[in-house]
């Protein structure tokens, strides 16, 4: 369950919701029933589980400082044209 405040967190809350591992709440809609409400849902729900564990497996797979040169590299190839 999550409540994003700002900056980035309302684009990562999306992203986690579109995979299926999490619940978002509006931080100005949320209120004190809404909150435990929303924890018990995915708690009480083993989709939101699966699909967490689906992600941590994919970013565990991910060979992070090599990942993250290549992805540079094709950025300033894209740059450079």
């Known amino acids: 369950m999550l409540i994003p405040l700002g ?3 309302p684009l990562s809350a999306a992203r ?3 995979l299926g591992c999490a ?3 509006d931080a100005v809609a949320a209120t004190p029933a809404s909150v435990p409400a929303a ?4 708690l009480g729900d083993p989709a939101y ?3 967490a564990e689906a992600l ?5 797979a991910l060979s992070a400082p090599q990942l993250a040169a290549e992805l540079l590299t094709q950025s ?3 740059i450079d044209t």
């Open 49 to 51: 589980r699966a699909a």
């Open 16 to 18: 986690a919701r579109e």
């Open 39 to 42: 924890v018990e849902e995915v």
């Open 7 to 9: 900056a980035d967190q």
């Open 56 to 60: 941590r497996q994919e970013i565990a």
């Open 23 to 25: 619940l978002v709440l």
């Open 76 to 78: 300033l190839r894209v």
